[in-house]
């Protein structure tokens, strides 16, 4: 029985190197893996051998007599990559395993082994550290500004998937490597400066990605009752920066303008059972509040038409199997129009789920999900509240009004820029060349200074995109370090502890990090939950300041002498 690939892939390829007949594609080595949706086994040549299903870090590879019901629809989306062909014919011919990019050796030299600071802790770091730790001797300090680590991973992730969430074992695994350190709870840029970093390591690689929304500049937007997907899916999350919005859930209807997953994400936990988000590990508050949601229905607008949306296939069969999801009469004309002219068979599939939704002229029974198309957004109507936003019709004077007590722009991320390195501001990101930073005025490099993740090269892709961006940017930096072009550090590891300790004497550790995270699941298995998450730094860090209580007088000192 041939296995399959499910919603929840995280495309870190870990599965195409695990298979014996390379028959999962794209691989990191082919031109449209930058771009794919998710990966994807070719039934006609998979030998069932279950070596993709053990490598897969987030659980999502089933064989196909076991999968569960909702991902059925993944049987013809693994499929349908493959060129139809004579029954019998394998893919590709050429070779039984996939390249694989050789690991980026590091020749030590000089009095220190290669010591690096990651800045960030999200997927982008947790795979440069990956990397850089199949080098021996290596060492990776890891600061991150929260007391707990995973960026996005566990503050963009939503609550309801869960199993996305899984990557997190995989990232546990490797902060328990000899050689890897977290400092978190540490800002750079604040409590610890660049040239701070790289005063005690060898080279600061920065994978802060971006924490914030791209903003659009139109009149009323700034009104309460208005803000961005991003603050909601970090608010929901419990990110501590966002648990104090006024999320206001008590009007019927939320306007999303973009049509990317984070607005799918958005509308469909504001539309869930509260009493299905009560078993994943949504913030306790943001819980309370949807308890209390006078939300009927999700309006999710584009500016282009059915066949641009921006969501993924793998992201919209989820949707519609989670929520009503309904189109106007109009719209539903775009889709056909849209499926006599489509070419791309995923945009087909895609079209075709769309061609079957429901008609937004039928009752509300449950909170539904509104998808709406070709609408551009003018301006937000209200005086103390918004009470609406206006579109015209794209291409055209037409004005529609929607009336909203939220209005939400959902137009991507933005990359945050990183203090005493250079910004290109249009972009979101660091300029760089191979994830070595630029100066982009004289086109020098920055000595020390790498990227990777979102703020290397923009907000796309998904989890484990960034596996092969941070290897291509750890091949950069390995190089750098061979040629003998990174500085010496001042001292050993035992320095960069005390001059962090030095600058923040409340910096978490990895013992740190386990008692919040144990502390979190306790509270959770209570109720039947994953976790139930500290949503303010203070209660992360009595947490932290318990467990130093807890540990004998003796494990105290040795760690106060190995900081000295
Ligand atoms: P996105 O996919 O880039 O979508 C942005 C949306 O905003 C598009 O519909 C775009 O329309 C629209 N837009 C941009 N500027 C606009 C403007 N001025 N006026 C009106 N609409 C505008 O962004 P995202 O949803 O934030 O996602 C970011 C990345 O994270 C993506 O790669 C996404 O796949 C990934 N992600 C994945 C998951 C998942 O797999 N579950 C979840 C969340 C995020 P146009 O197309 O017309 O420009």
Redesign the pocket.
């Known amino acids: 029985m041939p296995h399959v690939i499910t919603q929840a892939c995280c495309n870190d390829a870990s599965c195409v190197f695990a298979c014996p007949v390379y028959c999962i594609h794209p691989s990191p080595d082919e031109p449209d893996f930058a771009t794919a949706e998710m990966l994807y086994i070719d039934p006609d040549s998979c030998v069932d051998c279950g070596a993709c299903v053990r490598a897969c870090p987030v659980d999502a590879i089933y064989p196909d007599t076991q999968l569960p019901e909702k991902q059925l629809p993944f049987v013809e989306i693994n499929r349908s990559y493959y060129p139809e062909r004579p029954e019998g014919v394998k893919l590709p011919p050429t070779s039984k395993l996939a390249p694989v990019l050789p690991a980026a050796e590091v020749h030590q030299r000089g009095k220190y082994p290669l010591t690096v600071a990651i800045v960030g802790s999200g997927p982008a770091a947790m795979y440069a550290a990956d990397e850089l730790l199949t080098q021996p001797g290596v060492l990776v300090n890891m600061f991150e500004k929260l007391p707990t680590p995973y960026g996005l991973v566990r503050a963009g992730v939503a609550p309801d998937?869960q199993q996305t969430k899984l990557v997190t074992r995989l990232f546990d695994e490797i902060s328990w490597r000899r050689g890897f350190n977290f400092f978190l709870n540490v800002e750079v840029g604040a409590d610890v400066s660049h040239a701070d970093l790289l005063d005690y390591h060898h080279a600061v690689l920065y994978a802060s990605g971006a924490l914030h929304d791209?903003r659009?500049e139109i009149d009323g937007m700034g009104l309460p009752g208005t803000g961005t997907a991003t603050e909601v899916v970090g608010w929901y999350n419990g990110h501590p920066e966002f648990t104090g919005l006024p999320i206001d859930l008590s009007h019927e209807r939320v306007v999303i303008?973009?049509?990317?997953?984070?607005?799918l994400?958005v509308a469909r936990v504001l539309t869930r059972d509260p009493n299905e988000l009560a078993h994943t590990d949504i913030a306790d508050y943001a819980l309370a509040a949807m308890r209390d949601s006078k939300i009927q229905e999700v309006v999710i607008v584009?500016?282009?038409g059915p066949i641009?949306s921006?969501f993924?296939l793998p992201?919209l069969v989820g949707l519609t199997q989670a929520a009503d999801v309904v189109l106007d009469a109009e719209d539903h004309a775009r889709v056909r129009n849209d499926l006599a002219t489509v070419r791309d068979t995923f945009t087909r599939q895609k079209l075709e789920i769309l061609a079957k939704l429901g008609d937004a002229s039928a009752p509300i029974t449950r909170p539904r999900i509104r998808f709406a198309y070709e609408l551009?957004?003018a301006r937000v109507l209200g005086e103390e509240h918004a009470t609406a936003i206006e579109f015209t019709r794209t291409g055209t004077d037409q004005v529609r009004r929607l009336d909203a007590g939220l209005v939400l722009t959902?137009?991507?991320?933005h990359g945050t820029p990183i203090a005493d390195l250079p910004f290109d501001d249009a972009a979101g990101v660091v300029p760089n060349e191979g994830g070595r930073v630029i100066d982009p005025t004289t086109g020098q490099r920055i000595p020390g200074a790498y990227v990777t993740g979102w703020i290397k090269r923009g907000?796309?892709?998904?989890i484990g995109t960034n596996k092969s961006d941070s290897l291509l940017t750890i091949h950069t930096l390995a190089a750098d370090y061979n040629a003998g072009l990174l500085g010496e550090p001042k001292g050993g590891p035992r320095s960069v502890a005390r001059m962090v300790h030095a600058r923040k004497p409340d910096v978490v550790d990895a013992a740190g990090w386990k008692a919040i995270n144990n502390a979190e699941k306790a509270r959770g298995a209570a109720e039947d939950r994953p976790r139930v998450k500290f949503t303010r730094t203070a209660d992360m860090l009595d947490v932290v300041e318990d467990q130093h209580k807890d540990l004998p007088l003796l494990q105290n000192l040795l760690g106060a002498l190995r900081r000295r």
């Open positions: 998937h791209r659009l303008v973009g049509n990317g997953n984070v607005a994400d584009a500016r282009r641009d921006a993924t992201e551009t957004p959902s137009i991507g991320y907000t796309n892709g998904f």
